[in-house]
Every structure is written in C-alpha cells, then in structure tokens.
C-alpha cells in the first residue's frame, strides 16, 4: 500500500494522506540554518548545531507520534478550528497533500471549503525559515477566519533543555516590538544571538507563555486560545517561552490572502548587543531589515526560485535515463538529496538521532563524502582537512568529532582501527574527481595541535602504517575497538548494565583481529598506490603494493574459510564468521569489501584465485533475502561476553542479522566486479526506497529516502525499516549505481566509462559534469557481455579511459557498445 507518489516532473514526493505509518521528514535548509520538517508540519530548527543551538523544541519518543513543530491553527466565526497541517488538532481535512522538495515542504489542504497552503523553506545565504501561507475561500459566502500560529522555543542548549528544569524555568525571555516576537533567553548574560518569530500582519494579539495559550492540563490539539479565538498577549518570564501570533483575516467569496511567517536566528558583535548600549533591549538594527525582506512576498518567491535553481545546478550534475524508473529517480533526485543531508548533518539530528547525541564521526563523515564530492568538491575539500586534522600522530583517528569546535571528541576516544583507512579512500574520490592535487600538499595539523603539521599526502601514509604498526597473533589487523561494525566489541567483555559497548575495554586487545580490515587495508593501499604514482613517488608504490600483496596472502592463510570469507578472530584466537561457528557463519561485510579490494578474482594470480565468485555465490545463497542482503547468519540468538553489542540485539535487528543497507552496496559492486551487473541491479533493486514503495505499509520509512536497516528474516517484521535518512547507505549506493553499474567513474586522469548492467537492458544515457566538462554518453548493448567499446567525439578509443580534453572543450560526446 502507497501513502502518496512521486512527483518527477517536480522532483517532489507527493504524499497523500496526512497519517503515513511514521512521520515522513525532509530537511529545510542546507548551509548552517537547518530544521526537520514532517508531513504534518512535526520536527524542529537549529542553527549549525542541533544540540548547542536549537531554536525550537522536539520531544522525542512521544505520545502520540510527532507532537512539537510549526503549528497553524485556522478558526472560523462559528468557532470550529482545525490544523491545516492536520497535526495537531488531527481534525479531519477534505483535502491533504504534502510535497517534499529539496529543502522545501508544500502542504495543502481543504476544511469546509477553507483551502490552505503553505510552502516552508530556508532561503539560500540566510539564516531563517519562511512559512508562505495562502488562504482562499472557496466558499460563495465571505469567511470570518483567526489564524494562530505557534512555536515553542528551546533554550538554545537541547540536552540541557530537557533536563536542567530547576534553572530553565527562570531563565526564559522574550521582547515583542512591532509585532515580532524575539527570545533572548541568555542573551542578558553570554549569548550574542536570538531568534525572532516575525509575521506580514499587523497582529490582533500574540502569546509567549505556552501555558497562557494551551491552558492548564491542555495540549498542542486543543489550545484554550484558539478555541476562544483571542490570544492572551502573555510575555513570557521563564516556564516555557513560545511564540504565538494571532492575525484576523476577512476574505470575500473566492478571495485568496498570502500570509509570510519567518522564524529565524540572528547574531550580534560581543560589544553592539543591546541599543540603546547601557540596556538590555536587543539591538534590532541588523535584523529589522532581514526581517522586513523576507516578509514581502515578491522576495520570498525570489528567494524560492534561488533554491530550486540552486538544486537544479546540484542535480544536473549526474542525469541518467535508464529503462528502469526506479534507478532514475534515485539517482537524478533522491539519492542525491540524501547524500547532500548526509553530509551535512552526520549522523546528528533525524527522526531516530537526536541532535544531542554523537559528534561528527570520522567513519561517517568521510564515506559520506564518497556520495556527495561531485556536487560541491569545495566543500568536499574543507572537510577533507577538518577531519584529517584531528587524526592522531600515530595515524590513527577520533572516532568522533564536534562540528562547532571541530576537535576530536576525548570521550569516545580512538580505536577504532578501520577509521583511518576511510580518509585514504575520501581523499582518492576527491582526487579523481576535482584533479586537485594540490590538496596533498596542504599541511595539515594532528589533534588539531599547532606546530604538528605535515602534508595531507603524509597523513594518508601514516593511515595505511596505522594498520601495519598492529599486526594480530595471524598478522591480520587488530580490530581494536571495533571496525566499521561498531557493534562488534571484541575487546569490550561487559557485564555491567548501562556501559558503552564502544568505549568500555576489557581485554588487551593483542588478539583480535579483523578480516575486514585486511579487506579494506588492501582497497586503501590500490588507492594509495594510484595516488602515489601521480605524485612520482615510486618508493611509497611500490611500498603500499607489497603491503598489500603481504596482506593478501594472509587473508588466504588465516581469512578464508573454504568457500566465503572469515569476519575475524576473537580475542580467545577463535575465527568466526565461519563453518567452525553454531551462530555468526557468515558475515557480509568481508565478502563485499574484499572483493570489492580484488581479492579472488579469477585472473588473480595467487591461491584465492576464483574465490571471488564463491564468496558473492555465499551471500546469495546464505545472506539474500528479498528485503536486502541480511549481516549475518545465523543471527545471535543471546548476548555473548566476547562479541559485544553484535549480539545484544534481537535477532532480526541492527547489526544482529538486519538488512544493514550500508553493506549491500558493497556486495552489488563485488558483484560488478566480478562481472555480474544482473545481480548487482537485483541487490540494488531490493533495498532502492522508490522500488519498495508499493509495500510502504511494511517498510514504514519514507520511499524516497534509505534507511540504515530492514528487519532481517529473523526479525518480527522482515521487512520493517528504521533510520531513515543519516546513514552511509546513502553515499554507497548511489556510488554502487553511478559508478559500477552504470560505470561512470572518475579516474585520477580522465573519465573512466565501463559499465556492468543487467543483460536485460538495451542500453541508457547519462550525462555528467566532469572537472568543467559535460559527458554526454550514451551505452548500447549489442551483446550479452561486459566488453566495452568506446567513440569519444565520434573517435574511437582504446580502451575505457575518457582522457581529459583541450582545456576549451566545454561537452564531450561518448558512445559506449557493450556487447
Ligand atoms: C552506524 C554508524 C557507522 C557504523 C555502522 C555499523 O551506521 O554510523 O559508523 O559503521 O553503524 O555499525
Ligand atoms: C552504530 C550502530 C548502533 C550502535 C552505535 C553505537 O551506530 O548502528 O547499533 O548502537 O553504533 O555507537
């Protein structure tokens, strides 16, 4: 069952009822003003930071669903009113649809011929949130209407927020001039920054304190002022500030009304904060023209078209018509949406992250690069040396940091031994793709120490070291605290309740040891090595090339299983992952990325010659299941002392034998690499959102986003997503499809074009920027296989390198035969 439809025209999800099985968000916003925003008009506003700056309030895990956002009430003369968003009142509309766009939501509706619509979206350079409302009346008599709208604030500081009561409920301010509504909670004492809830109407009364508007004992659906129709005009003084307008609006027989609300942040110099100086009245001279900008709505609408204008520019840097609709729309729209919020939000504030829990991670943060480096490599670059500069001396890494102070975070500390090869391969996508090798160069601190700087390009050395500096009992990795399974705590050995299964170590960490990580070591070092041969640096060649020939050969010795790859060692020197094991035979994420690494090839010279096929033959025969390749099997059926928070889960969830879709991708390139684009696109098909959109009811996530998990067969609900949006699955896949199975991949000296897709198309088209050129390439299939012929403006090319044109050459024609 669908709970709406995608617009492709508009590049909009069009959802159609308001009670979709779980709140469908978007994000507004996407440089430092930034705010959630569900189909009901649900979610909350930060400024940079969603836990140090947080405009207004979000209550996580309430009841019912969703409660907390940017409220509308409309009220007729006979005193009937009703949310217009739906929530919160939940009175029933004629008419509802909510669209998701890029950075922008549009919801309508229709209650006793009353239509509304109101077009929320953060305007590019600003630091601020427009609702555009219009009202028209469709009835044949003149409507009576009170429009009330209502915000309740956070005092800036989420966690503390939500449990220092015996200080925040003194400490609430506001300021209401001119009809604007200003908190300055703080701004008395150390904050130089408000936030303003400002409106196009001249007010018939405002409310600041919540319980004023709600009544005692009353909630958000039943405001004691909107069911009065006549606010308060209640200034807050601690307790809970809110902003709240009240506006009177006549509209004649078919007349239509626009009504702008702007909800914002603003910052003051330290020594201009109060006017007149001496007071303590907020200096308003910056922010009044702002405000007065935006509340005319020929700017907003300006503001508007800057937008979608700004993502059309973002999108159109990778198009693609193939036969299936599925693939297009993920990747000409939503998967690259999604890799943009990635990058932009980590892992900090969705439906399911708080926006007061984890910094940025190192792991994160730089596989989300990998999805995201062709839209803006600028900003690909900035933080390239950001995360690079909290790196420890010894090569290794934070495995968090903070993105206000962009220091690693002590707390959760280092460890983590796959974090330092991630940088290797976010560096290598951005080289391929912008050609900027003067990065390499940049000096660049560690721990964000002065006076440690060494170049970037010697950072990623000191990575690849990291891992040679700690060799296990079989000369495999240690895994340290964990690798990219972050639940797989080999070293944790808790039996405390409540203790981190991340940072809490028990054991020496001289014994286990990880498969993957030799995987990835190996993938890192063909990066590295490609990347030291453009810089003539043929020692560092032919160093990484025998590492990892080196770690090859231990993989076969100590990481093959006979017929897929181990996951690891645990510390009692144990393989799992392997027929040795009752639970845990099998693991993904060694399969995908070893291959993907070129491990077992058929061509490969070495023992494992072959093995390739026989591990990607495993996955399906032992991990694939329709809603997605699962993490392991069999799953863990209880908690195990030297395994850690793997198995701390129910079977079926997260990293316990869920669909963990940040690993499929792995297993679709594996299979493109190995020559099989049939089944990479089956993999891919399975966990694409829009190709599961028809089963919305069971999936339960937005269709047009991925989430990090599907409930595995062991699970309650096979098939039930969670955590959606802030998830690697995002930069994965949309590397997956673009650049293995449509095999449009940037090289570090030219465009590479050798697709691996399913026999059963005919061919497709694609056009790509590429470093200031534009690619138009068109593939057709004139054979069952993957060899690869190329025409470059009507040349042809040895070959499936593009090499870079003439430096005045703007487009490049490509024709690629696959036969
Ligand atoms: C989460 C984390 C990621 C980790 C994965 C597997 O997605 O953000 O860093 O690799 O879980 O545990
Ligand atoms: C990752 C995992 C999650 C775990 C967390 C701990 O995000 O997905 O299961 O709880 O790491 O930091």
Redesign the pocket.
């Known amino acids: 069952m669908k709970f709406g439809h995608f617009d492709d025209e508009q590049r909009e999800y069009v959802i159609s009822r308001p009670d979709t099985p779980l709140p469908w968000i978007n994000y507004l916003g996407c440089e430092a003003y930034f705010g959630l925003m569900s189909n009901t008009a649900g979610g909350y506003s930060f400024y940079r930071d969603a836990r140090l700056r947080r405009l207004t309030r979000y209550r996580y895990n309430n009841a019912p669903l969703d409660m907390g956002g940017r409220y509308l009430y409309l009220r007729d003369a006979a005193g009937r009113y009703w949310s217009p968003t739906w929530m919160p009142t939940r009175v029933k509309l004629d008419e509802y649809e909510c669209r998701h766009g890029q950075g922008y939501t549009i919801i309508t509706s229709k209650f006793n011929g009353m239509k509304f619509s109101a077009r929320y979206f953060v305007p590019l350079g600003e630091s601020l949130e427009i609702w555009q409302v219009t009202l028209t009346n469709e009835n044949a008599s003149p409507a009576d209407l009170s429009l009330f709208s209502a915000v309740e604030f956070c005092l800036w500081d989420a966690n503390d927020d939500a449990t220092n009561y015996q200080r925040n409920y003194s400490i609430g301010q506001v300021e209401i001039v001119d009809d604007v509504i200003y908190h300055k909670s703080e701004y008395r004492e150390r904050r130089d920054h408000f936030a303003y809830f400002a409106c196009s109407e001249k007010l018939a009364g405002f409310d600041t304190i919540r319980e004023e508007f709600l009544g005692p004992y009353r909630g958000w659906d039943e405001p004691v002022v909107v069911e009065e129709g006549k606010s308060r005009n209640s200034e807050a003084h601690g307790w809970q500030p809110i902003g709240s307008h009240h506006v009177n609006v006549r509209l004649k027989a078919g007349e239509q009304k626009q009504i702008i609300f702007i909800l914002g942040y603003h910052e003051n110099p330290k020594d201009d904060k109060f006017d007149p100086p001496g007071s303590q009245v907020i200096n308003k001279k910056t922010v009044k023209p702002v405000i007065a900008k935006y509340l005319k709505s020929e700017n907003a609408d300006k503001a508007f078209n800057d937008l979608r204008e700004y993502w059309t520019g973002l999108l159109g840097k990778i198009q693609v018509t193939t036969p299936d609709e599925h693939t297009n729309r993920m990747v000409n729209i939503w998967n690259a949406y999604q890799c943009m919020v990635t990058f932009n939000m980590s892992r900090s504030a969705s439906y399911f992250e708080s926006g007061i829990g984890?910094g940025m991670g190192f792991r994160d943060s730089t596989q989300d690069l990998l999805g995201f480096v062709h839209m803006v490599p600028e900003r690909a670059r900035e933080r390239i040396l950001d995360v690079s500069a909290t790196q420890l001396k010894n090569g290794g890494a934070f495995h968090q940091y903070q993105p206000l102070t962009k220091r690693g975070n002590n707390d959760v500390g280092s460890g983590f031994n796959d974090d330092p090869l991630w940088l290797v391969l976010a560096v290598s996508a951005y080289l391929r793709e912008s050609g900027d090798w003067s990065i390499l160069d940049e000096p660049v601190q560690y721990e964000n120490e002065p006076g440690t700087e060494s170049s970037l390009y010697e950072h990623l050395q000191r990575a690849i070291q990291y891992i040679l500096d700690r060799p296990g009992p079989h000369k495999l990795p240690l895994i340290g605290r964990a690798d990219w399974n972050?639940?797989l705590n080999l070293n944790c050995f808790s039996d405390t309740p409540g203790q981190s299964?991340?940072t809490t170590t028990n054991k020496d960490g001289k014994s286990a040891e990880s498969v993957f990580i030799a995987g990835l070591f190996v993938l890192a070092c063909r990066e590295m090595a490609g990347i030291a041969e453009h810089c003539g640096d043929q020692a560092q060649v032919e160093k990484v090339k025998k590492s990892a020939a080196e770690m090859e050969k231990v993989v076969w010795a100590a990481g093959w299983d006979g017929e897929w790859f181990r996951r690891a060692y645990d510390d009692f020197g144990h393989a799992l992952g392997s027929k040795e094991n009752a639970e845990g035979r099998i693991f993904i994420e060694p399969q995908g990325i070893c291959v993907m690494a070129g491990l077992g090839l058929d061509a490969a010279p070495s023992s494992g010659s072959g093995n390739a096929v026989k591990a990607l033959d495993a996955v399906r025969e032992h991990l694939a299941t329709p809603h997605g390749i699962v993490l392991n099997q069999p799953a863990f059926s209880q908690y195990y002392l030297h395994l850690g928070?793997i198995s701390s889960y129910p079977a079926g969830y997260?990293?316990n034998a869920s669909v963990f879709c940040h690993t499929n991708p792995w297993v679709m390139i594996a299979e493109t690499v190995v020559g099989r684009g049939d089944k990479a696109f089956d993999y891919y098909t399975r966990i694409n959102p829009s190709a599961r959109e028809e089963i919305s009811e069971l999936h339960k996530c937005e269709p047009y986003v991925y989430a990090?998990m599907i409930a595995g067969k062991d699970a309650v609900k096979p098939g039930e997503a969670k955590n959606s949006w802030l998830s690697g699955t995002a930069a994965w896949n949309y590397v997956a499809i673009t650049q293995h199975i449509l095999g449009i991949r940037p090289a570090f000296d030219g465009l590479e074009v050798r697709p691996v897709f399913p026999p059963g198309w005919d061919g497709f088209e694609a056009a790509r920027d590429f470093r200031g050129v534009r690619y138009e390439i068109s593939v057709k299939r004139e054979g069952a296989g993957n060899s690869v012929s190329l025409e470059v403006d009507g040349k042809s090319i040895l070959g499936t390198l593009i090499p870079l044109p003439d430096a005045n050459k703007k487009t490049v024609k490509v024709k690629a035969v696959v036969r």
């Open positions: 984890r972050d639940c299964f991340q928070e997260k990293e990090q």
